[in-house]
């Protein structure tokens, strides 16, 4: 999945005269990794809030093996997960490989996260190498001779908690006040703008996926429903996987981006409600009482949903080699799947290069169960809802 | 045909108090010391309690069979470890009494990497072996009044949790003493008989706790057992047993500090290829991690959000307040317990110091394992001489501890003279671990040589003179003796340096025995030659004072 992450020129802006400082001029460089993937348009606004433009903040290109190549060799200080690898390559590019260069690398320490699921687990942290992969990575830069004070780029890595709004602005502040010379005031108008970029690109997003599920269930045909974290968007990380799916005509939904529309979720989950199963559509108690992790969290919760909504006949569940969240969820994510009729396929160990063929195959095979299987996985799991579609306009049920 | 029920996670049935009786607890994680005294507190509580059995290989093989590939070793270890416990259990008293009769209570219900999961591994294997219905509990490792676990068998209350975390803390004062010791015993094996007898003092302490009489009010409880004398008045005991152990340690050890990830840096057993015997064996001196400095760790990530909220919540100020108090008084606790033991034990670090060495290498709010501590904590023991080498212990496939390994890059770049072994652990391949570990002892060792060497020299200190004072002043062969920092990593040489400067007091126990009968001190080949029962007269030889 291409997600744009620059074009927000239409965003509310501060006017300049809330700017302490004219930064029309700064060139900010961020490394388009792990949890940038699901957070980039809250950086863009925040950017664009503190008077950067939109033309400065340069994002690295996608994972490539040729970006690990000619700019993160050598540069790497331990061995793990390949999303966490991967980054000093994105470094490397926005240090060594821009044209017009950057003056601040911006890589932020993403405690928390924002998620649907907020209120209704136990926390939302982020994996902790998702948390402190820049700490780890700066160090490959550092440890021989400080390579962003040689190339005159300041570097900025924040610690923040984006699940909790109310002190984003205070640990913003704290982290990039000498950086861009900020005061406390214009840093917390621009979280407020960076935050609303966030939440109504999302809310873009979810209308998107409900319209593909609409499309579906009025057409009663399959849709295919991809279970991964964020970063597995990235082309070089998740290998474009669902893409070939997609070519056979199959539509794909990212669980990121699953709506969350009250009518929907009251559909699929009413009779867990009724049974107190769980408390609400977005508890995730009855199957994942470990719900610390938002990244993970949200896995869980897809899976629900595939084994609810009848018309996602498929799921495609992609894990990074070495990936430690990921393991103790694989057994649960498929039962919760394969235990409603839905199909289940993990591509799991995925590292710097495309097994292009057994991509293939597998793809092959998998569009082989689908187109076999779908009419009667929809009419199995239509047959488990108690109520017809379409659901009957609804509330929130929490 | 009705549809297959959406899956559901593990529950575990409820544990009632009328159960309690003839329920035995299980629990594991630490060494057979703070475990042994955790039982204490247990017991005391009329608590039926026992702990797993320690760590073998054999676990990990049970649990890799059980358990989605590519767990960290902490995970896989302890499950196989519950897991064997039961297959036995199961074998020797049948599947219902191995369910019924037993409950298995562990830390693990936080933290952001596996240790929060702990649970999926655990009941994934518990359905591998047909014991679903085996009743296990996951405790928070932040609260210390978590109320009844389901059905109200287990109460989390003040008695249990000040009962476990004294017995944590004494665990570790107690793990302190021996590693202190052991490497300069006299008599090979003396210090673990005395150890055991030491750990059955704490028990008995433990076990025999007046809890009748403070139970009621938590914070009354919780009073008690901050000022009362009850366990400084035991380790009292403890410390005047230890005496009797023999030490010489006029020898030069490469000091060995410990670090890396929580299960793996406290256990002593197969889990981490017995890294400290064999480190001890090797010659060296190890410096335990304690687990104490880990809760004083987790009490820290309260505070830090505390303070943040400052600005935006008056109501915080107050519970800081609480906080910073609380965080206090466990110190002064624990430095009031070493005092007890002669102030052997090591001080816990400020944690304000750490977070403040790691600063420019690792944010101190990201946490999941050591975090900055890793950092922290080898800069600590470099900067301040309190080691010669750290070695580092992270899991295969841990995923904050490599975080934190590889910010270490950095630090090695900038202090290249920082003796740091990093050390994966798989569980399965102690050879190569091993090795890894021995080539930066080598180079440890030779810093201890180098050293102690230097301060003989420095000191004008001779083996006949140490003759002298081991004839002279016998204090110094007590276990029990504590030997200052004096600047140096080595023992060895901190005590040679400690000889040199008391003069008064050598000059004064010499007037008083000035005819001694001596005991030999091993090691040491002048005093072998000693006759043991001859009567000597000594002269006070010559002392060159630093
Ligand atoms: S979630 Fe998995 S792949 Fe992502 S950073 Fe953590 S360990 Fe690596
Ligand atoms: S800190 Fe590392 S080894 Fe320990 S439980 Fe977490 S992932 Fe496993």
Redesign the pocket.
């Known amino acids: 999945m291409n997600i744009q992450t620059l074009l927000t020129p239409f965003a509310r802006k501060p006017s300049k005269e809330l700017l302490s400082k004219d930064r029309s001029t700064v060139r900010v460089g961020i490394p388009k990794v792990l949890n940038i993937w699901n957070t980039h348009q809250f950086w863009i606004g925040f950017l664009e809030g503190i008077g950067i433009k939109y033309t400065n903040i340069v994002f690295s290109s996608n994972t490539s093996e040729e970006q690990s190549r000619e700019f993160g060799k050598g540069r790497g200080t331990v061995d793990c997960c390949y999303p966490v690898k991967a980054m000093s390559g994105h470094y490397g590019e926005l240090i060594f490989g821009q044209k017009k260069k950057i003056n601040v690398l911006l890589s932020p320490l993403i405690y928390s996260m924002p998620s649907s699921l907020q209120g209704h687990v136990v926390a939302n942290n982020t994996c902790t190498r998702v948390m402190a992969g820049a700490e780890n990575i700066k160090s490959g830069y550092m440890k021989e001779k400080d390579v962003f004070v040689e190339n005159q780029i300041k570097y900025a890595s924040p610690y923040c908690t984006l699940d909790d709004r109310i002190i984003v602005p205070q640990q913003l502040f704290d982290g990039l006040k000498d950086i861009f010379d900020l005061t406390y005031e214009e840093t917390k108008k621009a979280v407020e703008i960076g935050f609303n970029a966030l939440d109504t690109f999302n809310k873009k997003m979810q209308k998107q996926s409900m319209d593909i599920l609409e499309q579906c269930a009025k057409t009663n045909k399959p849709c295919v429903l991809v279970i991964a974290r964020p970063y597995h968007m990235d082309t070089g990380i998740g290998h474009e996987i669902e893409t070939d799916l997609q070519a056979h005509g199959y539509p794909i939904v990212w669980m990121q981006y699953f709506p969350t529309d009250p009518t929907l979720m009251n559909w699929l989950f009413e009779e867990d409600i009724k049974e107190k199963q769980i408390k609400s559509p977005f508890d995730i108690s009855d199957v994942w009482p470990s719900s610390y992790s938002s990244n993970t969290n949200e896995i869980l919760w897809a899976a629900k949903i595939a084994a609810r909504f009848p018309w996602i006949t498929c799921v495609i569940r992609l894990s990074s080699y070495e990936c430690?969240m990921d393991q103790p969820t694989f057994t649960p994510t498929q039962k919760i799947v394969e235990n409603s009729g839905t199909l289940f396929f993990k591509f799991g160990d995925l590292d710097s290069t495309k097994p292009s063929g057994s991509v293939r195959i597998r793809v092959e095979t998998i569009v082989h169960y689908v187109k076999k299987n779908s009419a009667s996985i929809i009419e199995k799991k239509l047959a488990r809802m108690k109520t017809q579609w379409p659901p009957v306009k609804a509330e929130a049920l929490v | 045909m009705e549809p297959t029920p959406h899956y559901k996670a593990y529950k575990p049935k409820p544990f009632t108090k009328e159960q309690r009786k003839d329920t035995t607890l299980l629990f594991g994680g630490l060494t057979w010391k703070h475990e042994r005294l955790i039982q204490g507190a247990f017991h005391n509580l009329n608590y039926k309690a026992e702990p797993l059995p320690n760590i073998t290989r054999a676990d990990l093989d049970t649990g890799k069979e059980l358990i989605d590939v590519g767990a960290?070793c902490?995970?896989i270890f302890t499950t196989g470890n519950l897991v064997n416990y039961l297959k036995k259990k199961k074998e020797e008293e049948g599947k219902e009494a191995a369910v019924n009769d037993y409950a298995y209570f562990t830390m693990g219900a936080c933290g952001p990497?596996?240790?929060g999961q702990y649970r999926e591994s655990y009941s994934m294997a518990l359905d591998g072996i047909g014991l679903r219905d085996f009743r296990m509990f996951f405790l928070s490792q932040t609260e210390l009044n978590q109320g009844d676990q389901e059905g109200g068998g287990l109460e989390v209350n003040m008695p249990l949790t000040t009962g476990i975390v004294w017995a944590i803390l004494i665990g570790d004062l107690l793990t302190d003493l021996e590693f202190q010791t052991r490497p300069y015993e006299v008599v090979p094996g003396q210090t673990n008989i005395v150890l055991k007898e030491c750990i059955e003092i704490m028990y008995q302490a433990f076990k025999n706790r007046p809890i009748d009489k403070i139970k009621g009010n938590k914070w009354l409880t919780l009073g008690w057992h901050v000022v009362s004398n009850y366990f400084t008045d035991a380790l009292k005991e403890v410390i005047a047993k230890w005496k009797t152990i023999e030490v010489n340690k006029a020898q030069a050890k490469p000091m060995v500090k410990i670090t890396g990830?929580?299960?793996l840096q406290t256990h002593e057993g197969d889990g981490n290829y017995n890294i400290k015997d064999w480190l001890e064996k090797e010659g060296a001196e190890v410096i335990p991690p304690p687990v104490a400095v880990w809760l004083d760790y987790l009490m820290q990530f309260p505070l830090h959000a505390l303070n943040e909220r400052k600005n935006v919540d008056k109501g915080t100020k107050k519970k800081i307040l609480m906080l910073k108090g609380m965080i206090k008084m466990y110190h002064w606790t624990y430095n009031r317990m070493r005092k007890s033991l002669n102030e052997m034990p090591y001080e816990m670090p400020s944690q304000k110091t750490l977070a403040e060495l790691a600063a420019p290498y690792f944010n101190f709010r990201l946490d999941?394992?050591e975090g900055h501590m890793l950092i922290g904590k080898a800069l600590y023991a470099y900067l301040n001489n309190k080691a010669h080498m750290t070695c580092e212990l992270t899991?295969y496939s841990?995923?904050?501890?490599t975080m934190s390994v590889g910010a270490m890059a950095n630090v090695r770049g900038k202090y290249p003279e920082l003796l740091y072994a990093p050390i994966e652990i798989k569980g399965d391949a102690e050879i190569h671990a091993l090795s890894r570990c021995q080539m930066i002892l080598t180079e440890a060792k030779k810093r201890a040589l180098k050293e102690y060497d230097e301060v003989m020299k420095k000191c004008n200190m001779t083996p006949e003179k140490l003759e002298w004072i081991a004839l002279n002043a016998p204090e110094y062969k007590e276990a029990s003796f504590k030997v200052p920092h004096n600047g140096y990593a080595g023992t060895g040489a901190n005590y040679i340096t400690m000889l040199s400067q008391y003069k008064g007091k050598l000059t004064k126990t010499l007037k008083k025995t000035a005819t001694v009968t001596p005991k030999p001190i091993a090691a040491e080949t002048v005093l072998t030659e000693v006759a043991a029962t001859e009567t000597v007269t000594v002269q006070e030889p010559e002392l060159t004072y630093a």
């Open positions: 430690g | 960290c902490p995970t990497c596996r240790f990830e929580f299960w999941g394992g899991p841990c995923m904050p501890n």
